[in-house]
């Protein structure tokens, strides 16, 4: 990775560990002096997210150092370790934001104690936080798209379902002021419902990174026409691709006239290698093998 390139993404996630540190602090001061559980929920999942800027910023200066002796294919794959537990984080706040809000819905219903209203300096800070994690959203889509990070990609989608939360913490909190209050609960439950999908796509994704899961075949169908278009291959006899993080290996066996040298078979295996890595600028390495046709 490129110095520059490797400097403006340790930058993005300071900015949003800054950033998160801030809203974290201002959702859980107001959420809890101001009686609103939907702001404490999105608090909580605020100061999930100061845990997984911090944990991404350290993996990330592992992730983007140069292969040594111990990891000749680099380190890339601290970042897909990194990825799955950020899951795992995101999964464990989920369950006990969801567990909370149940409970204080059942109360709200069965138990006849009186309900304190929200204040409304928490529908304020809401609606402030509803704007700075949108522009947030944006720029670390904007960042991930142009150096195709996959830990980037799943902050700026955990940016955006943290609007969406914040979106209806608003709304729970603005109905709560017309002392409609159980709607502060139910929008701590949609906040823990937005934050369970986003920890089951990231576990999914992070799986398949580390325990490199083939592309589609549509991809493989792509690299193999490729390989044929070789001119002086005869078949392509086992291709085998793998995802390592956002880019990819190949090992793929060629047959070629039996009758050629040396020399002349491997030239071909040479153009395969070299085509392979031209046409498709994922491909970190194509491994060719060459066997004899008859």
């Known amino acids: 990775m490129a110095q520059d390139q490797k400097r403006k993404l340790l930058r993005a996630i300071t900015i ?96 006849s104690t009186q309900v304190i209203k929200p204040h409304i300096y928490t529908v304020i800070i809401s609606i402030i936080s509803l704007i700075i994690k949108f522009v947030l959203f944006k720029y670390f889509l904007i960042i991930s798209k142009k150096y195709n990070n996959p830990t980037l990609k799943a902050d700026s989608k955990n940016h955006l379902l943290d609007a969406w939360a914040t979106l209806f913490s608003v709304i729970g909190l603005s109905l709560a002021q017309i002392n409609l209050i159980v709607f502060d609960y139910i929008a701590a439950f949609i906040i823990g419902v937005f934050i369970f999908r986003l920890s089951y796509q990231i576990i999914k994704d992070a799986i398949s990174y580390l325990v490199d899961q083939a592309p589609t075949p549509e991809e493989i169908d792509q690299i193999h026409k490729v390989i044929l278009e070789v001119k002086g291959v005869i078949s392509v006899d086992d291709l085998k691709v793998r995802r390592h993080m956002t880019q990819k290996y190949v090992d793929v066996e060629i047959g070629v006239e039996s009758s050629l040298s040396l020399k002349e078979a491997h030239l071909i295996a040479e153009k395969v290698h070299q085509q392979v890595e031209d046409e498709f600028p994922e491909v970190i390495h194509c491994m060719v093998h060459v066997n004899p046709v008859n």
Do not use: C, R
């Open 16 to 111: 949003g560990l800054i950033v998160n540190i801030i809203l974290a602090v201002l959702k859980l001061s107001f959420g809890i002096w101001g009686n609103a559980q939907a702001l404490i929920s999105d608090g909580l999942n605020s100061f999930s997210d100061v845990f997984i800027s911090t944990l991404i910023l350290v993996v990330m200066k592992v992730a983007t150092k140069k292969p040594d002796h111990d990891h000749p294919y680099g380190h890339e794959k601290f970042e897909g370790l990194a990825y799955f537990v950020l899951g795992i984080i995101f999964f464990m706040t989920s369950i006990y934001i969801g567990i909370t809000s149940v409970t204080s819905i059942f109360n709200y219903f069965t138990v």
